[in-house]
């Protein structure tokens, strides 16, 4: 079965500090795409960052990294310098193997202390 | 505004009635897709379609529901004799489907409660 796995329901961190979201994920196939989302209060689904299963070297995007662990099937998320608007749900989803769909976990709510 | 928009925005209906919901996607967009989110819960696929054709659907998906997106542009989703159930965030996303890496893009969603 396809599965994504967000342990952390809540999450917290210090203004400028770091903090990172752990996911896990089950397939059995070889290509396939991992994704986080931001969903803030009330407001659309937006995308973080992306990970392409082919690829060994990490995505980055500004503030956001990823540690993509391909044997463990693990996908944590690393925001630095963390920032007042980063407070909001986060989703680990992925597309795991030619399903044209995505299988999202049940989300992780950061939030962050000034 | 260039993203996916959502109508109506928030639904309230009677146990019963039917209700119907439509998604504009992005309008190069081929791939639209339904998705259901409850409270605490992530997103759960309900269907998808590249161009006019309905590819899947969910098992979630049950006969009540119906889906369409006449001349692959916007899409419809209707639910017939709602049912306490079927109260959700209903969100449609749209893609463009080709070689490489693919991203969805989403509405922002119609929240609907079946009193």
């Known amino acids: 079965a396809q599965t994504v796995t967000q342990s952390q329901p809540e999450m917290s961190v210090q203004e400028a500090e770091t903090v990172t979201l752990s996911c896990t994920y089950d397939?059995?196939?070889?290509?396939?795409?991992l994704f986080w989302y931001k969903q803030p209060p009330s407001r659309q689904m937006i995308l973080v960052i992306r990970?392409?299963?082919?690829?060994?070297q990490n995505a980055t995007e500004n503030r956001f990294s990823v540690n993509f662990q391909k044997a463990a099937k693990s996908f944590s998320l690393k925001i630095s310098d963390s920032q007042l608007g980063d407070a909001a749900m986060y989703f680990c989803?992925?597309?795991?193997?030619?399903?044209?769909?995505?299988?999202f976990g049940t989300g992780t709510l950061l939030a962050v202390q000034p | 505004d260039t993203g996916v928009s959502q109508n109506p925005r928030h639904k309230i209906t009677k146990r019963g009635q039917n209700v119907t919901f439509r998604c504009d996607p992005i309008?190069?967009?081929?791939?639209l897709y339904w998705y259901r989110q409850t409270l605490g819960q992530g997103p759960e696929f309900l269907t998808y379609?590249?161009?006019?054709?309905?590819?899947?659907k969910s098992r979630l998906l049950s006969d009540r529901f119906s889906a369409e997106r006449p001349k692959g542009s916007f899409s419809t989703l209707e639910i017939q004799r709602t049912e306490q159930g079927d109260s959700a965030m209903y969100l449609c996303?749209?893609?463009?489907?080709?070689?490489?890496?693919?991203?969805?893009?989403f509405g922002p969603g119609t929240r609907l409660t079946v009193l």
């Open positions: 996303a749209s893609s463009l489907a080709g070689v490489g890496v693919w991203e969805q893009f």
């Open positions: 397939t059995s196939e070889s290509d396939y795409y």
């Open positions: 990970q392409e299963a082919y690829k060994q």
């Open positions: 989803a992925g597309e795991l193997g030619a399903t044209n769909k995505l299988i």
């Open positions: 309008s190069e967009h081929n791939r």
């Open positions: 379609f590249q161009n006019e054709a309905q590819l899947e």
